[in-house]
């Protein structure tokens, strides 16, 4: 099969779920290799999965050619419900901050108890005359008082796992991606493609 193309604008997410994907033996490259940016539907729904379904299939029939796309979340109970399938969009309202400094700011009572966070990656792999095979990986870990790490960006420089007592972001990758919610969620893809291959 072709590399996959993978239905993203954020270049950051696109590079790191390439590497995702390439570590569990998935070729794939950003879309715009090939075709110009494209506006994707809006995610209106509460679902990774229906999220992650609706950008592959729209990029599928536009090029014709396979597609893997992603949805993801940051989960924080002391926050409630803000969060989850509608994190960027949640923090993505306060445009005088980053989403790292909101999501801080929005902890800053938080006793050190109640830090906990679950990240979440549902990946959706839409190719011609086959169904859309979702695949779904999970990390559990705390929020830091502070970034932490060079080694990758995002909610990676806060996210402390519960094993390393690192952030994400302190991982280099060949460490960093087997523990991450999108380097757990492209091994899962990787074993149901190839089982739809051997049906």
């Known amino acids: 099969m072709a590399e996959w193309l993978i239905a993203s604008n954020n270049q950051y997410k696109t590079a790191d779920l390439i590497a995702c994907l390439n570590r569990a033996g998935i070729s794939a490259k ?3 290799d090939d075709w110009p940016p494209m506006t994707f539907p809006v995610e209106t729904t509460d679902s990774y999965a229906d999220n992650a379904r609706l950008k592959a299939q729209f990029l599928a029939q536009v090029t014709g050619e396979p597609v893997i796309a992603d949805d993801s979340g ?3 109970p002391f ?10 969009r949640y923090l993505h309202q306060d445009h005088q901050h980053s989403d790292n400094e909101t999501l801080l700011l929005a902890l800053k009572e938080a006793p050190d108890d109640q830090r906990t966070a679950t990240m979440t990656c549902t990946l959706c792999a839409v190719s ?5 095979v979702l695949a779904t990986g999970t990390v559990t870990g705390t929020i830091a008082q502070a970034e932490q790490g060079h080694y ?6 806060l996210f402390v796992l519960s094993a390393t007592h690192q952030t994400l972001a302190e991982l280099p990758d060949d460490t960093r991606i087997p523990l991450t919610h999108r380097g757990q969620a492209a091994v899962r893809l990787a074993q149901l493609l190839k089982s739809a291959r051997n049906q």
């Open 30 to 32: 950003p879309y715009t």
């Open 74 to 76: 940051l989960e924080v």
């Open 79 to 88: 926050i409630g419900d803000t969060l989850g399938v509608t994190t960027k």
């Open 128 to 132: 011609q005359n086959a169904d859309p």
């Open 152 to 157: 990758s960006t995002g909610f990676d420089k």
